[in-house]
């Protein structure tokens, strides 16, 4: 089964998912860049050395509540090196993720190997959400789906980079 969801059908999608989790939720970023609307503020201080203020996110809120019913949220971000300036801003803010409570890795693109084309989210090892993207990398939508060989390559490409994956504190201090 599949189901396609674009941003105005149900804006409190991820919460909704979120809130369905049994036991885990692992997420695949392999973009050097995403044009988030909000984040551009953000990105222009951080690239110009201003000090940019933190504003705790509802996504942070999410991931706290999350963690805090024992489910594991990670993520493994494959990178081009060096750092586009769009993920060495991501990286200057991912501890305030972290501190919510996700497992955030890194793993050089170089050394990921095939590597999928689209991000996406492997849900309780039974659901796939791909965070879909408009041509410019803006959030366009999701796409869902609960067939078992998607779910199944899933499960195969988290393995496999988790191995390689460095964790947060590790890649931010070199």
Not at 82 to 95: A, E, F, I
Request: overall charge negative; glycine content about 6%; charged content about 30%.
């Amino acid at each position: 089964m599949a189901m396609l969801l674009r941003p105005n059908d149900e804006p409190d999608l991820w919460p909704k998912l979120f809130h369905e989790l049994k036991r885990d939720a692992f997420h695949l970023e392999v973009r050097d860049a995403y044009h988030v609307a909000d984040e551009d503020s953000r990105i222009r201080a951080f690239l110009a050395g201003e000090p940019a203020p933190y504003t705790r996110t509802p996504w942070q809120d999410l991931m706290q509540k999350t963690t805090g019913r024992g489910v594991t949220v990670s993520r493994v971000r494959v990178v081009t090196e060096p750092l586009s300036d769009y993920q060495r801003w991501l990286l200057s803010v991912t501890g305030y993720n972290v501190e919510a409570g996700e497992d955030i890795r890194y793993v050089a693109r170089n050394l990921a190997g095939e590597v999928p084309p689209d991000d996406w989210w492997l849900l309780d090892g039974e659901r796939v959400v791909y965070n879909l993207t408009d041509p410019i990398g803006a959030p366009a939508g999701l796409a869902v789906t609960t067939d078992r060989g998607i779910v199944a390559y899933c499960q195969e490409v988290r393995e496999r980079l988790w191995k390689l994956a460095i964790p947060y504190a590790e890649y931010a201090q070199r």
